[in-house]
């Protein structure tokens, strides 16, 4: 999946938490809590994770 934002990064993160194979280069989540996220093969590729907590990642 791409994202074009944090905010759709968020929208799909609350109704599933399932980020699986996610296309976030580039993308800037800084300052985001997630909880229990599913972040397996995503790209992270200059993502920006300034002050980011992933609890569970």
């Known amino acids: 999946m791409q994202f074009q934002s944090a905010k759709e990064i968020i929208q799909v993160y ?3 938490k399932n980020l699986t194979g996610s296309n976030l280069q580039n993308i800037d989540i800084s300052q985001i809590e997630l909880y229990q996220v599913n972040l397996s093969q995503s790209n992270l590729q200059q993502a920006n994770l300034n ?3 992933l609890i569970g990642a």
């Open 14 to 16: 609350q109704q599933n």
């Open 51 to 53: 002050n980011t907590i």
